[in-house]
Structure formats: structure tokens, C-alpha cells
């Protein structure tokens, strides 16, 4: 769980290298919401899926090894489940 995951500018080395600081290798992100920059940066890495709550399904939770997901994402799949 984390904060944000915010991105000055899309670039894929950026968030590349965040995974990789954090140790991440083939991760589904749940972002409340999914900048432009965010998309832009993700789309080229190939073990990486970055969705919205509303997205995430059980067959793209069971193909990652690692799930991360934002404060604000839980905010929102706690009101999409209640």
C-alpha cells in the first residue's frame, strides 16, 4: 500500500526504476485514478498492469506476483464492496 503514485512526466525508466527500488518485478497497480502520465509510463513495461478499483479482476490478481495499491484505491474498492 502505498500514498500515491504520482509521475512528473511520463517516462518509463521513472517508474521502471520505482518498482524497482521497491523490488517489484511483475506488479498490478490499483490507482484511484490513472493519470495521463501514469498510463504513459506504464504501457511499454510488459509485467506491469496499472488500473483503476472499478478494473481490477480476480484473473489479473492471480497473474501478478505483487498487487499495489493506493490509500485511495482502497477508499474506493471499500465502497465498491460495502
Not at 484511484?32 to 478494473?55: K, T
Amino acid at each position: 500500500v502505498v500514498d500515491s503514485l504520482k509521475l512528473d512526466s511520463p517516462k518509463t525508466k521513472v517508474l521502471a526504476d520505482k518498482f524497482k527500488a521497491m523490488n517489484l518485478q511483475s506488479v498490478m497497480v490499483i490507482a484511484e485514478e490513472v493519470d495521463e502520465n501514469l498510463y504513459l509510463a506504464s504501457r511499454n513495461l510488459v509485467n506491469v498492469l496499472v488500473v483503476e478499483p472499478r478494473y481490477a479482476d480476480p484473473v489479473s490478481l492471480v497473474r501478478f506476483k505483487k498487487v499495489l495499491v493506493t490509500k485511495g484505491a482502497i477508499d474506493k474498492l471499500k465502497e465498491m464492496f460495502a
